[in-house]
């Protein structure tokens, strides 16, 4: 990334975002406790799932989870039981298999080291930072999709000459590893998420508001764009496959301990026509689910039956 920060643009950015952060910070249950395994159970929470649902999620399943070693030892249906309402629940699955793999590899404590972390399953560059500042007091840079957007309008001629996207995304932590205050990190990388989230929004800016509209590259200029359309997937009879995946974990999820559901059963309870035209296609979705771990098979003598995993 080519271009500089001046100091004194810097310094005049960092103060007026804290001081906005310190009077309209939102108050987030998981920003209370620095503790490593609240913190990844949030930032995975988060992922996928608005703020406003994982504020009411989030308190539950620590009472049924509380502690890494629980998580990890706990079976896996009753980890995608306790993750109802929450949607994409393979995220579920690798919440956990992260929890046993920091009890097995890390004797049960987290590291604080961005590599370390990185290391472990499904964790990325934005976990691996968030968890290192959140968790750990390190002074990084952490950016989100939020994070990425305040800087995408702060600095534009610093990312415009960007040839790809993956190299806007560098650009972006590198704006941020620039910004970073002196020990301010963990208030610092909160305030910009939180300007992201409700002032510097995709959809509808409001430069009116923003406390740095002033060194704004981008203020007033960012026109309020109509909601994209959604993007194509696969779908059968215009419903989303994603949306009958979903389905199949919620039905196992109300079965009682060790019941299961036969082919059949399911795919009426999925499609009220149900027919032979749809077998082909509720297989590829059960195999798919069983091979992500959602969900387990096994023939009977009458048919194949579906239940929740206990691994």
Wanted: a positive charge; charged letters at 25%.
């Amino acid at each position: 990334m080519r271009g500089s920060i001046p100091g004194d643009r810097k310094s005049r950015i960092t103060r007026a975002i804290l001081r906005w952060y310190r009077k309209n910070g939102r108050a987030l249950p998981w920003r209370n406790k620095r503790d490593p395994y609240r913190v990844i159970v949030s930032e995975v929470m988060l992922q996928q799932t608005q703020v406003s649902r994982v504020n009411v999620k989030y308190p539950i399943f620590l009472r049924r989870f509380p502690t890494l070693k629980s998580l990890a030892h706990a079976k896996t249906s009753n980890v995608i039981r306790a993750w109802r309402g929450m949607g994409y629940n393979s995220r579920a699955l690798r919440l956990q298999q992260l929890a046993r793999a920091v009890l097995d590899q890390h004797g049960g404590r987290m590291p604080r080291e961005i590599d370390r972390l990185r290391a472990l399953p499904g964790v990325g560059p934005y976990t691996s930072h968030a968890v290192a500042c959140f968790a750990f007091h390190e002074q990084v840079p952490v950016v989100d999709t939020n994070v990425f957007r305040v800087f995408s309008r702060l600095f534009p001629k610093l990312l415009e000459k960007a040839s790809t996207p993956q190299e806007r995304v560098k650009g972006a932590w590198e704006i941020g590893a620039r910004m970073l205050p002196r020990g301010l990190a963990f208030e610092w990388n909160q305030a910009l998420m939180d300007l992201g989230a409700s002032i510097c929004t995709a959809a509808s800016p409001r430069c009116e508001r923003c406390p740095v509209n002033r060194h704004c590259g981008s203020a007033f200029a960012v026109k309020r764009r109509a909601r994209s359309k959604a993007k194509s997937e696969p779908a059968r009879d215009g419903v989303p496959n994603r949306v009958y995946r979903g389905r199949v974990v919620e039905a196992l999820r109300n079965l009682d301990a060790n019941r299961s559901i036969p082919f059949p059963t399911l795919g009426r309870m999925l499609k009220p026509n149900f027919s032979r035209r749809d077998k082909a296609w509720l297989t590829k979705l059960l195999t798919d689910l069983e091979r992500d771990g959602l969900i387990a098979t096994r023939s009977s003598r009458t048919a194949i039956q579906i239940s929740m995993p206990e691994s």
